[in-house]
């Protein structure tokens, strides 16, 4: 959302974008920890990042709509 003097706010856009990069950096790591210590490669790298991007859309889009609703 635009601040008051017309700049847009990005940091707050910046925040909204590593959310989504926390959570696919951090469904990696699980993944590859599982990977390695069950022998499921890459099975568990891939669903771990496919959850943790789906996490942080989410947070993605319910900051979306509560910046819709200000």
Known sequence: MP??????????????GLQVAAG??????VGSWL???FGWTPKATLIG???GIAGGMY??????IRLNKD
């Not at 601040?3 to 909204?16: I, N, R, T, V």
């Not at 947070?59 to 979306?64: F, G, H, T, V």
């Open 3 to 16: 601040k008051s003097d017309g700049e847009p706010a990005w940091g707050q856009f910046l925040g909204m």
């Open 24 to 29: 696919a950096g951090v469904g990696i790591f």
């Open 35 to 37: 990977d390695k210590r």
């Open 49 to 51: 990042a496919l959850l």
């Open 59 to 64: 947070l993605l889009i319910k900051e979306a």
